[in-house]
């Protein structure tokens, strides 16, 4: 695998820091197409790294988001989400404004990939900001308000656990049939027995391939 590079930045969003771990080729053949990634409601970042990684030693630059440094969140629970679920989406906006900035980016070739309320946060934010070009979302949905507000819509990969307890699959094929209406091209893959946040090993790499192949089609492709 070839070698990346690994640090730590900070933008302001708010008045607030707000941190972001950058994962980039280690001899970027610049710009590079960038993907900007966001953990679930358990704030676990670090889970992140391994994904992160791969898509680095495969030519993109990618940016995991501490969104929860907005609101000091260590993890979210339902009244947390609605309650800060404007700012989160008002962080990713300055967040990609920051990414976009960057030397090493080709801000026309820009991806959100979320896992559970970072999937929630991805697909609001890509229905509203036309610099998002792909979403790959991991068991999320699309938030029922932003039907209002919806002005665009990229490509996204649907990811979801047919037994999914927490985020019914439902958000999945709800999701599946605004994308077919809008005429906007997707792909799907649902898991039979799978639950929430994919507790099998084949799964994840299954998911992982797929995300990668997508991302490539999307912002890498000629």
């Given at each position: 695998m070839p070698a990346i590079s690994q640090s730590d930045l900070t933008f302001q969003s708010g008045g607030k820091p707000i941190r972001l771990d950058a994962y980039l080729p280690e001899t970027p053949?610049?710009?590079?197409?960038?993907?900007?990634?966001?953990?679930?409601?358990?704030?676990?970042?670090?889970?992140?790294?391994?994904?992160?990684?791969?898509?680095?030693?495969?030519?993109?630059a990618v940016y995991l988001l501490h969104y929860f440094d907005r609101t000091g969140t260590e993890s979210a629970d339902k009244p947390t989400i609605l309650r800060n679920f404007p700012l989160w989406m008002k962080t990713l906006w300055d967040a990609i404004s920051f990414v976009e900035t960057q030397p090493q980016v080709d801000r026309d070739?820009?991806?959100?990939?979320?896992?559970?309320?970072?999937?929630?946060?991805?697909?609001?934010?890509?229905?509203?900001?036309?610099?998002?070009?792909?979403?790959?979302?991991?068991?999320?949905?699309?938030?029922?308000?932003?039907?209002?507000?919806?002005?665009?819509?990229?490509?996204?990969?649907?990811?979801?656990?047919?037994?999914?307890?927490?985020i019914p699959i439902e958000e999945a094929y709800q999701l599946q049939k605004l994308l077919e209406k809008k005429g906007i091209p997707y792909e799907i893959?649902?898991?039979?027995?799978?639950?929430?946040?994919?507790?099998?090993?084949?799964?994840?790499?299954?998911?992982?391939?797929?995300?990668?192949?997508?991302?490539?089609?999307?912002?890498?492709?000629?």
């Open positions: 053949a610049a710009p590079l197409p960038a993907v900007v990634a966001l953990h679930g409601a358990g704030g676990n970042v670090a889970g992140m790294g391994q994904y992160a990684s791969t898509l680095a030693a495969h030519g993109f070739r820009i991806a959100l990939l979320g896992f559970s309320l970072g999937a929630y946060l991805s697909l609001a934010n890509s229905a509203i900001d036309p610099r998002v070009k792909a979403v790959v979302e991991f068991f999320g949905g699309m938030p029922k308000e932003m039907h209002l507000f919806m002005r665009r819509l990229c490509p996204v990969l649907i990811l979801h656990g047919e037994a999914d307890q927490t893959k649902t898991y039979p027995g799978a639950g929430h946040g994919f507790e099998d090993e084949t799964i994840w790499r299954d998911a992982g391939l797929r995300s990668l192949r997508f991302l490539q089609k999307y912002l890498t492709a000629p």
